[in-house]
């Protein structure tokens, strides 16, 4: 149980363009999904948590209008990146919590490289 | 800002061989949880410590929670080369947030 899933996996896109990137709780119902960002040979930074039906939160130091975040329903949580630059190339990986329990689990990553 | 320090960053033993990873902060997490993570997926978590002093054993893998519950240490007994990987600690608060370490490459040659 637990299994939380994200499409695609990889994508590569031009810059300039907007890319969106889902994230899936197969089996249970998320009050709260997490989106973090993971560069080459680091840890994991969050960037935004996002609550089904309501505005995500961003961290600090994350454009809101840039990753634009949608929890539309309790199963799943859409992450766009919008006008796609280089620098944004990363591992983005989503996580998942019910509301009974603390415990996140994550989804396998996507990786976005923009050429 | 709470800060969650992994050390060492980088380690490199041979098959057999025990390993402590030790991870620290000025902070008080509610919970701290360890993950492991290969190259291209996701963390997937080892285990979760709530209690100051806690100790927590997974088959070759023992985790202890600092009594003032700022630090955790999880200790590799006989290094397999199937455990190599990232491994990371999380420091949990009240917001469901989880505050991730900056991580240990772990290489265990055969």
């Known amino acids: ?20 990137i889902e994230c899936r709780s197969l089996d249970f119902q998320a009050t709260t999904m997490f989106w973090y960002r993971q560069f080459p040979k680091q840890s994991l930074m969050l960037m935004a948590t996002s609550n089904e039906g ?14 634009l975040i949608n929890h539309a329903s309790l199963t799943l949580s859409t992450l766009t990146v919008t006008s796609a630059h280089p620098e944004d190339s990363s591992f983005y990986i989503c996580s998942a919590t019910t509301a009974t329990t603390d415990t996140q689990y994550f989804g396998p990553g996507t990786r976005l490289t923009v050429l | 800002t709470q800060l969650l320090e992994q050390s060492p960053q980088f380690l490199s033993i041979q098959e057999g061989e025990n390993l402590t990873v030790y991870c620290n902060s000025s902070s008080v997490f509610s919970s ?9 997926e996701g963390p997937v978590l080892l285990v979760t410590v709530v209690t100051g002093g806690e100790v927590k054993k997974l088959k070759r893998l023992t985790f202890q929670f600092g009594d003032a519950r700022k630090d955790s240490s999880l200790h590799i007994t006989a290094a397999q080369p199937g455990d190599t990987g990232l491994y990371l600690c999380a420091g949990g608060g009240s917001s469901y947030k989880l505050i991730f370490g900056s991580g240990t490459r772990l290489l265990v040659r055969p």
């Open chain 1, 1 to 20: 149980g637990a299994v939380v899933s994200q499409h695609p996996s990889w994508v590569i896109c031009k810059s300039g363009t907007s890319v969106k």
């Open chain 2, 32 to 40: 701290l949880q360890w993950y492991r993570q290969e190259p291209g």
């Open chain 1, 54 to 67: 309501s505005k995500a939160t961003y961290e600090q130091g994350v454009e809101k209008d840039k990753f």
